[in-house]
């Protein structure tokens, strides 16, 4: 199952720039049957566990949080970049390799006890998905998994999410 959503993976090296390798998930998303079996193999993972939101991030994580709320029944909530959500929002700053970026979610998009899912398509430095997981928590919420399509295990990202629980698809 996963040799063939990984064979759909493109590496594009340096690019944002020189020294990333970027994965890059078109390929994967471009072929329905197996865009399918990425979303299924992570909403059979939480069928069942009472999630309640599914929590993304822009703009990857939106592409398979939204499937993943829908087959699981959850609400979905965006956390975008700082100044695109109209409502009231609380926010968060995250260190990046040069300088920072804050992200925001609505205040009202979660409330105490929700059982919420965070879905992205990468897991890097982790230094993203602890900013959402610090957003859901200040929410009063529960975070039940972090979950990934792909996690690059040599950046350490699941290191920074501490007692977070973490699963990805595939891992390189
Ligand atoms: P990080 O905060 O370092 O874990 O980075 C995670 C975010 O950056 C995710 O939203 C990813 O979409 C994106 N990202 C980081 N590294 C890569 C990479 N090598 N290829 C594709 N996306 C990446």
Redesign the pocket.
Known sequence: MSDRIRSLIRDIPDFPKPG????DVTPLLADGPAFAEAVDALAGRYDGRGIDRVVA?EA??FILGAPLALRLGAGFVPVRKKGKLPHETIEETYALEYGQDTLQMHRDALIRGHRVLVV??????????AAVARLVRTLGAEIVECAFLME?DF?G?RAKLGDIPVHSLLRY
């Open positions: 990333i390798v970027f994965k991030m990857r994580g992205d398509d990468v897991l890097a430095t982790g230094g993203t998905a690059l950046l990202g």
